[in-house]
T-cell receptor, first 108, second 115 residues
Framework: RKEVEQDPGPFNVPEGATVAFNCTYS??????FFWYRQDCRKEPKLLMS???SGNEDGRFTAQLNRASQYISLLIRDSKLSDSATYLC?????????FGQGTTLQVKP | IAGITQAPTSQILAAGRRMTLRCTQD?????MYWYRQDLGLGLRLIHY???????GKGEVPDGYSVSRANTDDFPLTLASAVPSQTSVYFC??????????????FGSGTRLTVV
């Protein structure tokens, strides 16, 4: 099993839709998790941190399921500006391991 | 504005030439990292430094070297560039070693083409 796995997509959704991405991780001892957003040809930027069962910030909700070792990111009321690649990030052996990302395209 | 500065923004380099990518942060973060990002391969760690004066190898260190003489600077050197080193290079930093608390802050990247 890879350390961090994501469905690369792309997920093509209309404006206003709700979309969810899942990410699975292999290290059951990981305590904190992150979602990063990366726009084309730009640097990754921290979107959300998840230290317990979940976190919510406006239209974005991150949930953690430790038993099944997955993290999800839910985006409600999608905007055109949400189009980007979303990276799931998990700490492992003193480093952050980045998933390859899930690409979201929000269409008008 | 506090953050990480990378230079140059982009560079075309002849194979065999030596090149140093610069990275400077003003957040007084202890740890710094160099990643390369290639299509289909995601972000791969090249080298890291948990504190000034120490460095370590990441997933893909061959052909690269780093130094950490002080807290702020973490240059990445390609001793003799090869075309397979064509990539986008990101420098990152974190307050805590490993970034488990707070994650990483990234620089805007250096786009390197080796011809």
């Amino acid at each position: 099993r890879k350390e961090v796995e994501q469905d690369p997509g792309p997920f093509n959704v209309p404006e206003g839709a709700t979309v969810a991405f899942n990410c699975t991780y292999s290290n059951s001892a990981s305590q904190s998790f992150f979602w990063y957003r990366q726009d084309c040809r730009k640097e990754p930027k921290l979107l959300m941190s998840v230290y317990s069962s979940g976190n919510e910030d406006g239209r974005f909700t991150a949930q953690l399921n430790r038993a099944s070792q997955y993290i999800s990111l839910l985006i409600r009321d999608s905007k055109l500006s949400d189009s980007a690649t979303y990276l799931c990030v998990v700490p492992l052996t003193g480093k952050l391991i980045f998933g390859q990302g899930t690409t979201l395209q929000v269409k008008p | 504005i506090a953050g990480i500065t990378q230079a140059p923004t982009s560079q075309i380099l002849a194979a065999g030439r030596r090149m140093t990518l610069r990275c400077t942060q003003d957040m007084r973060h202890n740890a710094m990292y160099w990643y390369r990002q290639d299509l289909g391969l995601g972000l791969r760690l090249i080298h890291y430094s948990n504190t000034a004066g120490t460095t370590g190898k990441g997933e893909v260190p061959d052909g690269y070297s780093v130094s950490r003489a002080n807290t702020d600077d973490f240059p990445l050197t390609l001793a003799s560039a090869v075309p397979s080193q064509t990539s986008v290079y990101f420098c990152a930093s974190s307050d805590s070693a490993g970034g488990a608390v707070g994650g990483y802050t990234f620089g805007s990247g250096t786009r390197l083409t080796v011809v």
